[in-house]
């Protein structure tokens, strides 16, 4: 029998290339723009630790000698900021690793995962590459609806994703809420609750999900390093139950976190003064840019992040696309969220005071033209 071109080389097994690769936001301006602004990747507009970049500089010196894989001084500094049993605790390559691991391990072909309409990406990316099917439910007014995740619950389902806050819209569930959710799914069905954005949130009725993922035996909390400064160190981590931590640890990577940003992270997370300061910074401007942006006419959905979710008329003129051509011209670089379900908005991270004026004295030029 002759074989076609195609089954004359090695090809994907069934239902990979149906996927829809990830693709981030876009990080650089137009040739001769003096000055760029990126506002596309919610990253710390303060930049890193001076401390995690000391600890950085010092590994450099050693960089021939494999790290410990387990990174258990990591975890220790984890343990000791948030209270933690260092055990029950993870280290990876960026919380998205943990999250592939996750979908690795409790997903297996047929098998269903819910995820919401408007989450992260990497989800849906990580259940269909386990052959598993994404179950998406409805959000409500850009909010997680918990009764449309308990109603889409069946006898396939395996995982619930859920991130809180979530990644583009900023809004975030109240932890009764959560709990809600929790006491509703069947105990063979995993929670995961990504708390990537949990250091910003400042409301009295949230929590990241320590407690749950402590006492309960189908929950766990994923966390990183990103948000507050160490972007290209990839860190993150995940908290829950021994089954589950020692389930993880039999497929991940033996040195899945490099020497680097071991040492970074434990100084970045013992570095509370760059914390608050960045807290700090993240709560006024955040403010701020709501405030003018709901001048300027433009809706903004309700963030706790460190990022807003910005809405444009649908005129044509003012659109999505069209302000965000204007910005990127001007050296600011926004994220576009087609992908996500908002096909005319834009993503902004929260940034440094002169980019924050400068995108609003921008966006307000692009109205009135």
């Known amino acids: 029998m002759t074989k076609t071109p195609d089954q004359a080389r090695p090809t994907p097994r069934a239902g990979i290339m149906d996927i829809e690769a990830y693709v981030p936001g876009k990080s650089a301006a137009p040739a001769g723009v003096a000055k760029v602004h990126k506002l596309s990747s919610n990253e710390n507009p303060l930049g890193p630790s001076p401390k995690a970049v000391e600890a950085a ?46 979908a690795q391990t409790y997903l297996a072909p047929g098998d269903e995962a819910i995820i919401t309409e408007h989450a992260f990406m990497v989800y849906k990316i990580y259940i269909q590459s386990a052959g598993a099917v994404p179950v998406t439910v409805r959000e409500k007014d850009e909010r997680t609806d918990i009764d449309a995740i308990i109603a889409a619950v069946t006898p396939r389902t395996r995982i619930v994703f859920l991130a809180n806050p979530n990644n583009p819209t900023g809004t975030y569930v109240p932890f009764q809420e959560v709990r809600r959710l929790h006491a509703a799914l069947p105990k063979d069905v995993l929670l995961v609750l990504d708390a990537a954005y949990a250091e910003y949130v400042r409301r009295n009725d949230y929590e990241a999900g320590i407690e749950l993922a402590g006492s309960a035996q189908n929950v766990v909390m994923t966390r990183t390093f990103s948000k507050l400064g160490l972007g290209g160190a990839r860190i993150g981590w995940m908290y829950g139950p021994m089954h589950i931590v020692d389930a993880i640890n039999r497929i991940r990577g033996p040195f899945n976190v490099n020497a680097t940003a071991i040492e970074a992270g434990i100084a970045a997370i013992r570095d509370r003064a760059h914390i608050e300061l960045s807290v700090t910074h993240n709560e006024k401007w955040l403010s701020w840019l709501n405030e003018e942006l709901t001048r300027l006419g433009l809706r903004v959905t309700p963030s706790v992040g460190n990022f807003v979710l910005i809405h444009f008329p649908d005129d044509g003129k003012h659109s999505a696309a069209a302000a965000d051509d204007y910005l990127t011209a001007r050296g600011y670089i926004l994220r576009r969220v087609t992908g996500y379900g908002f096909p005319n908005a834009l993503r902004m991270s929260v940034g440094t005071e002169e980019a924050n004026r400068g995108v609003i004295d921008a966006l307000e030029t692009f109205l009135k033209s």
């Open 57 to 102: 500089r010092e590994v450099a010196a050693r960089l021939d000698v494999y790290p410990d894989g387990s990174a258990r001084r990591l975890r220790e500094a984890i343990g000791e900021a948030h209270g933690l049993n260092p055990g029950n605790i993870i280290c990876s390559n960026g919380s998205d690793e943990i999250l592939g691991l996750l």
